[in-house]
């Protein structure tokens, strides 16, 4: 299984909502990573979890709020959202360690539209 | 810090004609470099990277990267291009630390026509 899954695919939710996206992968990987991209720009990092533990924090607002359960399960909180925050979330996984380099792998996103 | 320059934002070509995208990157160490394609609302798949050695790369879908230290490029080529090919292309260049970082070029849009 070489796939990083995302769900929703969809969310639509108001400033006073609490909600979750998940992203899940059976690769084996020790990395994950949430990236959010807004229309017609490039990915943007915004935390990297390695070993379960957040590594990277790219000074994300904390109304975004990430969560690694386990090593195959990265989730994200999200509560009282700007409509600024619309975007597509991306995550990804990768191997991690011994100084090597590995490629990341990224699921299709979930598309956040906050009204 | 470690960047990465697309210099065309839009690129039409048409179907059977060779691509070449570039992609011009500053880091101070050895880079990592990744080609991605995104098309419309979906997420990135890797065409290619390079990490040491042949400074040559074969990608995916028919894709090849050359990587030149002394011109800090690492430009995508693909000798036939396909309709499927239109989407938009990222070049990204990885920094390894206490964590890995992928830093994005600004993407190049392909359009395909026929």
């Known amino acids: 299984d070489t796939e990083v899954t995302q769900t929703p695919k969809h969310l639509v939710m108001g400033m006073t909502n609490k909600k979750s996206l998940k992203c899940e992968q059976h690769?084996?990987?020790?990395?994950m990573y949430w990236y959010k991209q807004k229309a017609k720009k490039p990915p943007e990092l915004m935390f990297v979890?390695?070993?379960?533990?957040l590594s990277i924090n790219e000074s994300v607002p904390s109304r975004f709020s990430p969560e690694c359960p386990n090593s195959s399960l990265l989730n994200l909180h999200l509560h009282a959202l700007q409509p600024e925050d619309s975007a597509l979330y991306l995550c990804?996984?990768?191997?991690w360690g011994g100084g090597t380099l590995y490629e990341q792998f990224f699921g299709p996103g979930t598309r956040l539209t906050v009204l | 810090a470690q960047s990465v320059t697309q210099p065309d934002i839009h690129i039409t070509v048409s179907e059977g004609a060779s691509l070449e995208l570039r992609c011009n990157y500053s880091?101070?160490?050895?880079?990592?470099l990744f080609w991605y394609v995104q098309s419309p609302g979906q997420g990135l798949q890797l065409l290619l990277k390079?990490?040491?050695?042949?400074?040559l790369v074969q990608g995916i879908k028919g894709f090849e990267a050359e990587f030149k230290r002394s011109q800090s490029s690492f430009n995508l080529r693909k000798p036939s291009v396909h309709w499927s090919d239109a989407a938009e292309y990222f070049c990204?260049?990885?920094?390894?630390?206490?964590?890995?970082?992928?830093?994005f070029g600004t993407g190049t849009r392909l359009q395909v026509t026929l």
């Open positions: 990204a260049v990885e920094q390894v630390g206490t964590a890995s970082k992928l830093t």
């Open positions: 880091y101070g160490a050895t880079p990592y």
């Open positions: 690769m084996g990987h020790r990395a």
């Open positions: 390079y990490f040491s050695g042949d400074t």
């Open positions: 979890y390695s070993y379960e533990k």
């Open positions: 990804a996984s990768s191997q």
